[in-house]
T-cell receptor, first 116, second 118 residues
Framework: NAGVMQNPRHLVRRRGQEARLRCSPMKGHSHVYWYRQLPEEGLKFMVY????????ESGMPKERFSAEFPKEGPSILRIQQVVRGDSAAYFCASSPPSPQRAYEQYFGPGTRLTVT | AQKITQTQPGMFVQEKEAVTLDCTYDTSDPSYGLFWYKQPSSGEMIFLIY??????QNATEGRYSLNFQKARKSANLVISASQLGDSAMYFCAMREEMRGGGADGLTFGKGTHLIIQP
């Protein structure tokens, strides 16, 4: 799981600013997932992407949040006009493309977002 | 209703004792997977063990085993011979196949904070 890279590890933003969180999946993985962990809570699924496609965004807030996974480069989770309630740890996970191994989700170290 | 329930918010266990962390789940999907993750104080999520709903045998990985009781919808994690380094948050999670027909997001429980005492 050390192969999933997330940056930055810590991000501080003032209310109203934009936050961009990046995730590079493990080599050979084409599925990316984003999760949010509020303090003292478990992780909550936000969005599942494959290259250039959003497959399932049922956990994404309807406003201010967006995600992409372009053909080249990392996946980006973007939060516009951040509010204090967005303060959380955001985890990215990746899994291999083969259906037989699709259950394997490897997590990155997370990005801790603090909104002041 | 909660999809994943972990009823033990915190546990204290003596070193070298076995530990059972409880997890019950709720799904009407006939095909699903159950996971346990460890989150130490450093914050990363470490995959421990996986059990598929059609697996006949209980999953084992080193000192970790999953006590899978399908009829009771229970997937308890058993850690044998606990060590000080096992102190961490432990999360049970589930993936339901029918949601997306493939690799979908996991649903997590609220976690159990395990503290191993010397």
């Amino acid at each position: 799981n050390a192969g999933v890279m997330q940056n930055p590890r810590h991000l501080v933003r003032r209310r109203g600013q934009e936050a961009r969180l990046r995730c590079s999946p493990m080599k050979g993985h084409s599925h990316v997932y984003w999760y949010r962990q509020l303090p003292e809570e478990g992780l909550k699924f936000m969005v599942y992407l494959q290259k250039e496609n959003i497959i399932d965004e049922s956990g994404m807030p309807k406003e201010r949040f967006s995600a992409e996974f372009p053909k080249e480069g990392p996946s980006i989770l973007r939060i516009q006009q951040v509010v204090r309630g967005d303060s959380a740890a955001y985890f990215c996970a990746s899994s291999p493309p083969s259906p037989q191994r699709a259950y394997e989700q490897y997590f990155g170290p997370g990005t801790r977002l603090t909104v002041t | 209703a909660q999809k994943i329930t972990q009823t033990q918010p915190g546990m204290f266990v003596q070193e070298k004792e076995a530990v059972t962390l409880d997890c019950t789940y709720d799904t009407s999907d006939p095909s699903y997977g159950l996971f346990w993750y460890k989150q130490p104080s450093s914050g990363e999520m470490i995959f421990l063990i996986y059990q598929g709903s059609y697996d006949q045998q209980n999953a084992t990985e080193g000192r970790y085993s999953l006590n899978f009781q399908k009829a009771r919808k229970s997937a308890n994690l058993v850690i044998s011979a606990s060590q000080l380094g096992d102190s961490a948050m432990y999360f049970c999670a589930m993936r339901e196949e029918m949601r997306g027909g493939g690799a979908d997001g996991l649903t997590f429980g609220k976690g159990t904070h395990l503290i191993i005492q010397p």
